[in-house]
């Protein structure tokens, strides 16, 4: 595979690390600033399974798993948050 | 995936005609089969079987990775604990002979009842299925082993020393003594400080490390190790139900795993999640628990299901009516599984809104049910029913299955639960539905008795037991829906039910008697029970009916192909028929080359999982009791772990050959190779275990009140200074992965050794994070934001620290010259590792930024 590919995605992981804090700094709204930093993490978290770890290369089936383990993880963590009176 | 067309009127069961065909010896003296004689690689006192001591001795036991083998062992095993259990609940009946309780202490009866539910769901009823799954699944699928036999018999091991765990927290104080639910705040040492009850976590923590090992194994191989022709439509019944258990298991158990972890953290650590005074504590922990709780009840009802399916297909001669519809069901309740567990949690402060969405999912779960249940019925209809005791005892769980599961329906419909939670309907609902299921599994092991000991049972005998069984459950758990208003988990009651308990105790000690029967019938038919056919009955249709009684090591008499439509055995060198990839799976060990002929020796023997097993013992019973002061404990806590690596690090360095694969069939996973899928599933099961962990902190945090919760470090930078590093070092690993496929000896080793260095820096970085906070009086019990804190990113650093300890391996390796012809340890080492960066990139913002 090629290198030259893989260290552009550890530049971009690297700045949107970066980008990550400067929203903090940044002084904006406290829910824009989550929603932004936790959009950003989640584009890293897929740039690193997707190439990192070959997963666009696999069968599909392989994110399927990955993306249920996900889903159940979610689906714990939002209802249970939601069912607090 | 071939163009499998098979419609639902096809008949699927595969090669009954071909029954018998192999020879009628047990076991070959040759050490192996025809075609393969030039390599000698078994020792001169170990020609038997491959290397593996005879069944007469206790070595072959100790060391075998046979499926069939540890089949026998978890049944046996299961059995051993089926008694333990049952003795207590016999004490649990005695002592509710009279209100107010006859010969046990309070303490004492809160131990039995706990100990009781544990051991039963945990320790009997679930490996007792995957007894009968280790024996039958392979021979079902038409694989010669598991995909990773050591890890197997590993699963076996943890399972076990995870019982001697239990036992022996009888011995340190008291057991647990809060219940098998295990609620908070009970289970936090201010009300339960005995060291046993530690034990007692400790011992499910180390069922389920046994579980996930296990659901990896066969999940691996049943996706990727079915003989040709065997599409996932053709499966037999009962390696269906297993297959969609050990998926749930995959899941369901990680989150038991998070359950127990933070548990184990506040009863060792002083972590606070589940004390009085954490936000939504003893909520927390109801969530953690019966998400995993609910898809558990299918986890133990699902392989008993399966086997009912199977005998009913072979007692009625008839084909299940709606096989498809009926997977489907099953299919469909192993997804629903995952969103009904808040009905375990009417009475809890949830808000009302919720309790209905759960109530209207509850109630969508019995549907499936019911199209399974009329599946089985009208198969009964349509056959010609043969009276064998497995068939009494399958049509007798599915009657008693049937009552549990009609008064299930009372329990989840939100206002009638507000009346029965805590009461005995609860008790006689879910011992109708678990004994039920356990029913169906007694009738498998009649029905698969004669196959893995060459022994007819005793047919007499066994319609007895059956009688006293099905008089002996009901006398039992009948009167408690009557007596319903009984309180559970307490031994007093009003006067007015003593005799309806009085009834339940000879009930008791009838299905007790009735046990007795069967164990003097399955032992005095193996000492002197007629030999049993390859099928001893009339309709046997799956494939494990076409190999001798027992089959023999190999399983098959050539590679089993159903590509004719039918089971038939190929020649094993043929390798060019199958049209996929053949190859040697390693079981993550060292590979060894040179294996150009078609059927390569397969190894059957490896003393390091029970090693293993035996090391674990050592670790968690030293830090069961690390907080006692007595310097015995940490002494072995710390011998355990340095005996744990060592151990760890042998069965690594050990050669051994797993059976190859794949076989032709592989869906959905074609061109995974066996360890990598291994690995890709067992990151399904951490991110569920991370995501338990975080949505822990989530919830917690909603609770406190999100904006109101202080962030514990001060400062974003360390954190991002840590994130840079985490990043460089996956970068490093995929370095080191492309100078591999170069062969580029220098570059794989300096690679990793840039990876092994950040990750070292990684740990120095958190270190002096660490120890800053602790002087300024943030340690790990100050609040309930530090205990999250601490626990959520320590269970990262663990993670990274055991990649550290991977990538030393490596190194050495490396500097060797390993993985210049073959990179794929590289490529799965850095899958774990990327995981691990991944899951950074989330606690990153989310305990240092907001």
Same mark, same amino acid.
């Given at each position: 595979?090629?290198?030259?590919?893989?260290?552009?995605?550890?530049?971009?992981?690297?700045?949107?690390?970066?980008?990550?804090?400067?929203?903090?700094?940044?002084?904006?709204?406290?829910?824009?600033?989550?929603?932004?930093?936790?959009?950003?993490?989640?584009?890293?978290?897929?740039?690193?399974?997707?190439?990192?770890?070959?997963?666009?290369?696999?069968?599909?089936?392989?994110?399927?798993?990955?993306?249920?383990?996900?889903?159940?993880?979610?689906?714990?963590?939002?209802?249970?948050?939601?069912?607090?009176? | 995936?071939?163009?499998?067309?098979?419609?639902?009127?096809?008949?699927?069961?595969?090669?009954?005609?071909?029954?018998?065909?192999?020879?009628?010896?047990?076991?070959?003296?040759?050490?192996?089969?025809?075609?393969?004689?030039?390599?000698?690689?078994?020792?001169?006192?170990?020609?038997?079987?491959?290397?593996?001591?005879?069944?007469?001795?206790?070595?072959?036991?100790?060391?075998?990775?046979?499926?069939?083998?540890?089949?026998?062992?978890?049944?046996?095993?299961?059995?051993?604990?089926?008694?333990?259990?049952?003795?207590?609940?016999?004490?649990?009946?005695?002592?509710?002979?009279?209100?107010?309780?006859?010969?046990? &202490?309070?303490?004492?009866?809160?131990?039995?009842?706990?100990?009781?539910?544990?051991?039963?769901?945990?320790?009997?009823?679930?490996?007792?299925?995957?007894?009968?799954?280790?024996?039958?699944?392979?021979?079902?699928?038409?694989?010669?082993?598991?995909?990773?036999?050591?890890?197997?018999?590993?699963?076996?091991?943890?399972?076990?020393?995870?019982?001697?765990?239990?036992?022996?927290?009888?011995?340190?104080?008291?057991?647990?003594?809060?219940?098998?639910?295990?609620?908070?705040?009970?289970?936090?040492?201010?009300?339960?400080?005995?060291?046993?009850?530690?034990?007692?976590?400790?011992?499910?923590?180390?069922?389920?490390?046994?579980?996930?090992?296990?659901?990896?194994?066969?999940?691996?191989?049943?996706?990727?190790?079915?003989?040709?022709?065997?599409?996932?439509?053709?499966?037999?019944?009962?390696?269906?139900?297993?297959?969609?258990?050990?998926?749930?298991?995959?899941?369901?158990?990680?989150?038991?795993?998070?359950?127990?972890?933070?548990?184990?953290?506040?009863?060792?650590?002083?972590?606070?999640?589940?004390?009085?005074?954490?936000?939504?504590?003893?909520?927390?922990?109801?969530?953690?628990?019966?998400?995993?709780?609910?898809?558990?009840?299918?986890?133990?009802?699902?392989?008993?299901?399966?086997?009912?399916?199977?005998?009913?297909?072979?007692?009625?001669?008839?084909?299940?009516?709606?096989?498809?519809?009926?997977?489907?069901?099953?299919?469909?309740?192993?997804?629903?599984?995952?969103?009904?567990?808040?009905?375990?949690?009417?009475?809890?402060?949830?808000?009302?809104?919720?309790?209905?969405?759960?109530?209207?999912?509850?109630?969508?779960?019995?549907?499936?049910?019911?199209?399974?249940?009329?599946?089985?019925?009208?198969?009964?209809?349509?056959?010609?029913?043969?009276?064998?005791?497995?068939?009494?005892?399958?049509?007798?769980?599915?009657?008693?299955?049937?009552?549990?599961?009609?008064?299930?329906?009372?329990?989840?419909?939100?206002?009638?639960?507000?009346?029965?939670?805590?009461?005995?309907?609860?008790?006689?609902?879910?011992?109708?539905?678990?004994?039920?299921?356990?029913?169906?599994?007694?009738?498998?092991?009649?029905?698969?008795?004669?196959?893995?000991?060459?022994?007819?049972?005793?047919?007499?005998?066994?319609?007895?037991?059956?009688?006293?069984?099905?008089?002996?459950?009901?006398?039992?758990?009948?009167?408690?829906?009557?007596?319903?208003?009984?309180?559970?988990?307490?031994?007093?009651?009003?006067?007015?039910?003593?005799?309806?308990?009085?009834?339940?105790?000879?009930?008791?000690?009838?299905?007790?008697?009735?046990?007795?029967?069967?164990?003097?019938?399955?032992?005095?038919?193996?000492?002197?029970?007629?030999?049993?056919?390859?099928?001893?009955?009339?309709?046997? &249709?799956?494939?494990?009916?076409?190999?001798?009684?027992?089959?023999?090591?190999?399983?098959?008499?050539?590679?089993?192909?159903?590509?004719?439509?039918?089971?038939?055995?190929?020649?094993?060198?043929?390798?060019?028929?199958?049209?996929?990839?053949?190859?040697?799976?390693?079981?993550?060990?060292?590979?060894?080359?040179?294996?150009?002929?078609?059927?390569?020796?397969?190894?059957?023997?490896?003393?390091?999982?029970?090693?293993?097993?035996?090391?674990?013992?050592?670790?968690?019973?030293?830090?069961?009791?690390?907080?006692?002061?007595?310097?015995?404990?940490?002494?072995?806590?710390?011998?355990?772990?340095?005996?744990?690596?060592?151990?760890?690090?042998?069965?690594?360095?050990?050669?051994?050959?797993?059976?190859?694969?794949?076989?032709?069939?592989?869906?959905?996973?074609?061109?995974?190779?066996?360890?990598?899928?291994?690995?890709?599933?067992?990151?399904?099961?951490?991110?569920?275990?991370?995501?338990?962990?975080?949505?822990?902190?989530?919830?917690?945090?909603?609770?406190?009140?999100?904006?109101?919760?202080?962030?514990?470090?001060?400062?974003?930078?360390?954190?991002?200074?840590?994130?840079?590093?985490?990043?460089?070092?996956?970068?490093?690993?995929?370095?080191?992965?492309?100078?591999?496929?170069?062969?580029?000896?220098?570059?794989?080793?300096?690679?990793?050794?840039?990876?092994?260095?950040?990750?070292?820096?990684?740990?120095?970085?958190?270190?002096?994070?660490?120890?800053?906070?602790?002087?300024?009086?943030?340690?790990?019990?100050? &609040?309930?934001?530090?205990?999250?804190?601490?626990?959520?990113?320590?269970?990262?650093?663990?993670?990274?620290?055991?990649?550290?300890?991977?990538?030393?391996?490596?190194?050495?390796?490396?500097?060797?010259?390993?993985?210049?012809?073959?990179?794929?340890?590289?490529?799965?080492?850095?899958?774990?590792?990327?995981?691990?960066?991944?899951?950074?990139?989330?606690?990153?913002?989310?305990?240092?930024?907001?």
């Amino acid at each position: 595979m090629d290198t030259k590919l893989y260290t552009a995605i550890y530049v971009v992981l690297f700045v949107a690390a970066t980008a990550q804090v400067l929203v903090e700094f940044a002084g904006l709204a406290y829910w824009t600033a989550l929603a932004i930093i936790m959009v950003l993490s989640l584009g890293k978290a897929v740039l690193v399974a997707a190439y990192y770890q070959h997963l666009r290369y696999e069968p599909r089936s392989v994110t399927y798993v990955m993306v249920s383990g996900l889903l159940a993880a979610l689906a714990l963590t939002l209802a249970a948050a939601y069912s607090i009176t | 995936m071939t163009g499998d067309t098979t419609d639902d009127t096809d008949d699927p069961r595969p090669g009954g005609e071909t029954s018998g065909s192999a020879d009628g010896e047990s076991t070959r003296g040759d050490g192996g089969t025809a075609t393969v004689g030039d390599l000698p690689t078994t020792a001169p006192d170990e020609d038997h079987e491959h290397g593996l001591p005879p069944k007469s001795s206790i070595k072959r036991w100790l060391v075998t990775t046979n499926h069939k083998d540890v089949g026998i062992l978890y049944i046996v095993t299961s059995l051993f604990f089926l008694i333990f259990g049952g003795v207590l609940a016999m004490l649990i009946r005695v002592q509710l002979l009279e209100p107010g309780g006859t010969i046990l &202490s309070d303490m004492a009866y809160n131990q039995a009842v706990t100990v009781h539910g544990l051991l039963m769901v945990f320790w009997f009823l679930s490996p007792f299925a995957f007894g009968f799954a280790n024996y039958i699944v392979p021979l079902q699928l038409g694989a010669d082993d598991l995909a990773f036999p050591r890890l197997n018999a590993l699963s076996y091991w943890l399972y076990l020393v995870s019982g001697l765990l239990l036992a022996i927290s009888f011995f340190q104080g008291n057991s647990f003594s809060g219940g098998w639910t295990m609620y908070a705040p009970l289970n936090v040492p201010v009300y339960t400080p005995s060291v046993g009850a530690t034990t007692t976590v400790f011992a499910l923590l180390l069922f389920t490390a046994s579980v996930t090992v296990g659901s990896v194994n066969f999940l691996t191989t049943m996706h990727r190790m079915r003989a040709e022709g065997m599409t996932l439509r053709r499966m037999p019944l009962f390696t269906w139900s297993i297959l969609l258990t050990v998926w749930m298991m995959l899941f369901a158990f990680a989150a038991l795993l998070a359950a127990l972890m933070i548990l184990s953290a506040d009863r060792v650590l002083g972590t606070m999640y589940f004390a009085t005074e954490s936000p939504g504590g003893s909520l927390l922990w109801t969530h953690l628990f019966w998400f995993f709780g609910h898809p558990e009840v299918y986890i133990v009802f699902f392989p008993a299901l399966g086997a009912m399916a199977e005998i009913f297909q072979t007692f009625t001669g008839r084909r299940l009516v709606g096989r498809k519809w009926f997977i489907g069901a099953m299919l469909l309740v192993a997804l629903q599984s995952f969103v009904v567990w808040m009905h375990h949690m009417f009475l809890t402060s949830i808000n009302l809104q919720i309790k209905t969405l759960f109530m209207a999912t509850t109630i969508g779960i019995s549907l499936p049910f019911d199209l399974m249940v009329f599946a089985l019925i009208y198969t009964m209809i349509k056959g010609r029913i043969r009276f064998s005791t497995p068939f009494l005892f399958a049509f007798g769980g599915l009657v008693l299955f049937i009552l549990g599961g009609i008064t299930g329906v009372f329990l989840g419909a939100v206002v009638l639960d507000y009346e029965f939670r805590g009461t005995y309907w609860v008790v006689a609902h879910f011992h109708y539905v678990m004994v039920g299921g356990v029913t169906g599994l007694v009738g498998g092991l009649y029905y698969w008795y004669p196959k893995i000991t060459g022994k007819m049972y005793d047919e007499f005998l066994g319609k007895v037991h059956f009688g006293l069984y099905f008089v002996g459950f009901n006398l039992l758990y009948f009167p408690m829906f009557v007596a319903w208003e009984t309180p559970r988990r307490v031994f007093d009651y009003p006067e007015a039910f003593v005799g309806w308990h009085q009834v339940a105790t000879v009930g008791a000690f009838v299905l007790g008697v009735s046990f007795l029967v069967m164990f003097y019938n399955l032992y005095a038919s193996l000492i002197s029970g007629e030999d049993a056919d390859a099928c001893p009955w009339a309709y046997g &249709s799956t494939a494990e009916w076409a190999v001798p009684s027992p089959p023999p090591l190999e399983n098959f008499p050539g590679r089993p192909s159903y590509g004719g439509g039918a089971l038939e055995f190929l020649d094993r060198g043929r390798t060019t028929t199958d049209g996929g990839e053949t190859e040697a799976a390693t079981d993550g060990g060292v590979k060894a080359g040179g294996h150009g002929h078609g059927h390569e020796e397969v190894s059957h023997a490896s003393i390091w999982p029970f090693a293993i097993g035996i090391a674990s013992l050592f670790v968690l019973v030293g830090l069961s009791g690390v907080r006692t002061g007595n310097v015995a404990y940490p002494a072995t806590f710390v011998g355990g772990l340095i005996l744990l690596l060592y151990t760890l690090v042998a069965m690594t360095r050990e050669s051994f050959h797993g059976p190859s694969g794949p076989f032709g069939e592989s869906w959905p996973f074609e061109g995974v190779e066996n360890t990598k899928l291994g690995m890709w599933l067992f990151l399904g099961s951490d991110v569920v275990l991370f995501g338990a962990f975080i949505g822990s902190y989530v919830f917690t945090r909603v609770a406190y009140g999100w904006q109101a919760w202080h962030v514990v470090p001060h400062d974003p930078i360390p954190g991002l200074m840590n994130t840079y590093i985490l990043l460089t070092s996956s970068f490093a690993v995929v370095l080191a992965m492309v100078a591999a496929q170069k062969g580029n000896r220098n570059g794989v080793v300096a690679s990793l050794a840039v990876t092994l260095l950040l990750g070292i820096g990684f740990l120095g970085n958190k270190g002096i994070e660490w120890w800053e906070l602790y002087h300024e009086g943030e340690w790990v019990a100050t &609040s309930i934001e530090t205990s999250t804190f601490y626990l959520t990113t320590g269970l990262h650093a663990a993670h990274v620290i055991v990649g550290l300890i991977i990538a030393v391996y490596m190194l050495v390796r490396a500097w060797n010259g390993a993985y210049l012809d073959d990179d794929r340890p590289v490529e799965y080492f850095g899958l774990y590792w990327h995981f691990v960066d991944i899951v950074w990139l989330f606690l990153f913002p989310l305990f240092y930024i907001l």
